[in-house]
């Protein structure tokens, strides 16, 4: 694990993909936390050189171009923002490459060696926390809880979790070597042995030992690898969810059938932060599938996560049965959307949501519009729930 040699030489699909996310969703995200007039702190765990080789932004960039533009913005200039970059390795090229650009703190070491100054950070602070990691063996659970249980104004966590990476080191850990990778080979150049780790950290890692029972079943021949990965994920995401309310996550597979590559995985209390993500996750993916049509070659080689494929799922089916199990078989829109969000990822648009309640509307589904009228007098049709609180109701 650990291994970055020619991992910042040039910015490949995966990378292109989390960065677009970032990118887009911290736009929508300062605009609307910076009004609760209170600071935002965006801490980058694992910065890197915060620049490809080949010119392309990283992380760091990114980030600290949003920062400039609020530090610029004459309507903003009351509004505080500040950034803090971890990195051990690189920490040269990172400085270099943050170099004019004000409130960007640069910090040599590990994400653990600052876990003290995060906490030290005034409580009535916005904190927004990117963990991307080349590896796993240094996300020990508890330092998320600590930030967590410091209780600060609001709380987001973006984090990639190299899922499989994680099986496949258990396995070697737990000495269960007869377990076949072979259906993995194209993730060799990304796996290595870290001869330092231990299961111990392991358990840290995962929060809990539930990862060995699994393994076990794996090497038992009761489950497959894919479902060993699923598996650990639904209790990891349960451990998150110790921490925030709402957390999705996203498989990141080469196709529909294979183990997933990664698990980008996204933690807030906050349902519009939930629904912000989730919109912002699908654009960004919808947006590079495009670009790659347009130049009619292959810059991101991943599947986009549409869970009706592989789960199954029907979306007309599962919106009536929410209604259906609701109070009164009435449900507010907005919590329609944060319950469909938790079966489906980011597979639909919150656009694609609202399409859909359209067309049942025309079958008989009743949408309520409180007021019913708009400012001007005209019937409210309008399916945004912060201008109209909208009830979706079956017979």
């Not at 240094?138 to 600590?146: A, E, H, T």
């Not at 709402?246 to 519009?272: A, C, M, Q, S």
């Not at 944060?338 to 919150?350: C, H, N, P």
Request: neutral net charge; aromatic residues 12%.
């Amino acid at each position: 694990m650990g291994k970055t040699r020619d991992f910042f030489s040039k910015k490949k699909g995966w990378s292109v993909l989390k960065d677009e996310i970032i990118g887009c969703y911290l736009t929508p995200y300062i605009n609307k936390i910076l009004y609760t007039n209170r600071p935002l702190v965006i801490i980058d765990c694992f910065a890197g050189k915060g620049k490809f080789d080949d010119g392309n932004d990283g992380s760091p960039i990114i980030i600290g171009k949003h920062i400039k533009s609020v530090i610029d913005d004459v309507n903003r200039k009351n509004k505080v923002i500040y950034g803090i970059f971890i990195e051990k390795k690189y920490t040269e090229d990172l400085q270099r490459n943050l170099d004019g650009y004000r409130y960007c703190e640069v910090l040599k070491g590990k994400f653990d060696d600052y876990i003290n100054k995060i906490l030290n950070i005034d409580m009535d602070t916005n904190i927004f926390v990117y963990v991307d990691p080349y590896g796993i063996k240094n996300l020990n659970f508890k330092n998320f809880q600590r930030i967590k249980n410091k209780n600060f104004f609001s709380l987001e966590l973006l984090m990639n979790l190299n899922s499989f990476g994680f099986l496949r080191e258990g396995c070697r850990l737990l000495r269960y070597e007869d377990i076949q990778f072979a259906e993995q080979n194209d993730f060799d150049d990304e796996y290595e042995i870290d001869e330092t780790n231990s299961i111990e950290n392991m358990n840290m890692i995962a929060d809990g030992d539930y990862w060995q029972e699994i393994l076990l079943d794996k090497i038992n021949e009761k489950i497959d690898m894919l479902q060993a990965e699923e598996k650990f994920i639904n209790s990891y995401i349960q451990q998150l969810k110790k921490l925030f309310k709402y957390v999705v996550n996203i498989p990141i597979k080469l196709k529909t059938k294979n183990i997933p590559k990664y698990r980008l995985i996204f933690g807030t209390n906050h349902e519009d932060g939930l629904i912000l993500m989730s919109d912002e996750m699908n654009k960004a993916w919808k947006k590079i599938l495009q670009l790659d049509r347009k130049k009619q070659e292959v810059l991101f080689e991943y599947d986009f996560p549409d869970l009706t494929l592989y789960n199954g799922f029907n979306l007309e089916e599962d919106i009536l049965d929410i209604i259906k199990k609701s109070t009164d078989k009435s449900i507010l829109l907005k919590e329609l959307i944060v319950q469909l969000i938790g079966k489906y990822g980011i597979t639909f648009s919150q656009r694609d949501f609202k399409n859909k309640l359209k067309e049942l509307n025309e079958k008989g589904l009743e949408i309520i519009w409180e007021p019913a009228l708009t400012e001007t007098g005209k019937k409210a049709t309008s399916m945004d729930y912060r201008k109209y609180k909208i009830i979706v109701r079956s017979e």
